[in-house]
């Protein structure tokens, strides 16, 4: 459940279950996560009869952008797999999301996004670079069907 305060929550304690219920092991370590943009089309409509020659907004469909998870290359072939699952057609695939964010202090949930039916979309990698100091990172954008928070 949501925790109203007044002073914004830091974005940096987050937990990430994958459908799995594992939201501590490496697997589920994520350094970064693009949250979706969410819209609805609106529409105009109005009957020819109506009295006043004004016309009333109908929503119609919601639209999820995709979300996209971020983490070092740790060694694991997890998301490779789940990617491998969806690409080789298994409608098993689909899975629930929880992202959790935490108080600063971790002792809290203060806000929970919930994607449901969630796939694979898109699997990239960094760039290797014999030169480079940076960490490797893998990332895994997924699309779904439906978003609900608390």
């Not at 983490?71 to 098993?92: N, T």
């Not at 695939?93 to 796939?119: C, G, H, M, P, Y």
Request: proline share 4%; aromatic share 10%; charged share 25%.
């Amino acid at each position: 459940m949501a925790v109203l305060r007044e002073t914004p929550y830091a974005k940096f304690n987050f937990l990430v279950d994958l459908g799995t219920g594992n939201a501590k092991g490496p697997d589920a370590g994520f350094s970064e996560i693009a949250l979706p943009d969410v819209s609805v089309d609106i529409f105009a409509y109005r009957n020819g009869n109506d009295p006043e020659n004004a016309a009333r907004l109908v929503a119609g469909n919601v639209h999820y952008s995709t979300i996209t998870l971020k983490r070092g290359q740790i060694g694991s072939l997890s998301l490779y797999q789940w990617f491998d699952q969806v690409r080789k057609g298994d409608p098993a695939a689909k899975r629930n999301i929880a992202i959790q964010l935490l108080s600063e202090d971790r002792a809290e949930v203060v806000v929970t996004w919930k994607l449901s039916r969630a796939l694979p979309a898109k699997y990239t990698f960094s760039n290797l670079d014999a030169l480079g100091r940076e960490v490797a990172v893998e990332a895994l954008e997924l699309a779904f069907e439906q978003l609900e928070m608390e």
